[in-house]
């Protein structure tokens, strides 16, 4: 099956300029989550989504970034306007449940972003 | 707060030579646990997990990990370790149930001939 598609891979903006990423999940994943994995760090969870809606977007700076998932499919992550201390990858995952009951998260390429 | 540390940054070692990657985690109640591993440019990819029972997880790639609830441990091990090993491995920790993953600091492992 096809994995976690992500786009771009890479993108180079100015500080206070926008920019949008684009994440597909593995097709049937009802659960979408955006990790923000700055270097030298592991990833830390920006939002997460089950089906269409929000479940926890609590680490989420809402005063610049925002995420949808209109269909319950494709997500979009927003930030706007990007600042320095943005520069990262945004890892998309999306998870299934195991024949155990128990669930495992898939991770897309990435899109690491250079504000400058 | 729920926290999952790898204490050692980078580690080097010798190619055919053995392998432990160390991560302890701080939970209330034991969590389900993660090893990914991390090549440059790419995304994360699971080697093993660990949500119950038998404590000696095998994995990918030739990896294993031990669940030690005493020491609230979840270290990786490899007995032989090849060139190709060279990456970035990341112990993650979760709920039981479909939450999301804390991640430790990562371990950088570098291999020498």
């Known amino acids: 099956e096809a994995g976690v598609a992500q786009s771009p891979r890479y993108k180079i903006i100015e500080k206070r300029q926008s920019v949008a990423f684009w994440c597909n999940p593995i097709s049937g994943h009802a659960t979408l989550y955006w990790y923000q994995q700055i270097l030298g760090q592991g990833p830390k969870l920006l939002i997460q989504?089950?089906?269409?809606?929000?479940?926890?977007d609590s680490q989420l700076p809402k005063d610049r970034f925002s995420a949808e998932r209109l269909k319950g499919v494709d997500s979009t992550l927003k930030i706007q306007p990007a600042k320095l201390e943005d520069s990262a990858v945004y890892l998309c995952?999306?998870?299934?449940?195991?024949?155990?009951?128990?669930?495992?998260?898939?991770f897309g390429p990435g899109t690491r972003l250079t504000v400058t | 707060a729920q926290s999952v540390t790898q204490p050692d940054i980078h580690i080097t070692v010798s190619e055919g030579a053995s392998l432990e990657l160390r991560c302890n985690y701080s939970y209330g109640a034991t969590p389900y646990l993660f090893w990914y591993v991390q090549s440059p440019g790419q995304g994360l990819q699971l080697l093993l997990k660990y949500f119950s029972g038998d404590t000696l997880v095998q994995g990918i790639k030739g990896f294993e990990a031990e669940f030690k609830r005493s020491q609230s441990s979840f270290n990786l091990r490899k007995p032989s370790v090849h060139w190709s090993d060279a990456a970035e491995y990341f112990c993650a920790a979760s709920n039981s149930g479909n939450t999301p993953l804390v991640f430790g600091k990562g371990t950088r492992l570098s291999v020498i001939a």
């Open positions: 995952a999306s998870s299934s449940r195991t024949t155990g009951g128990k669930y495992e998260q898939y």
């Open positions: 989504f089950q089906n269409n809606g929000v479940v926890d």
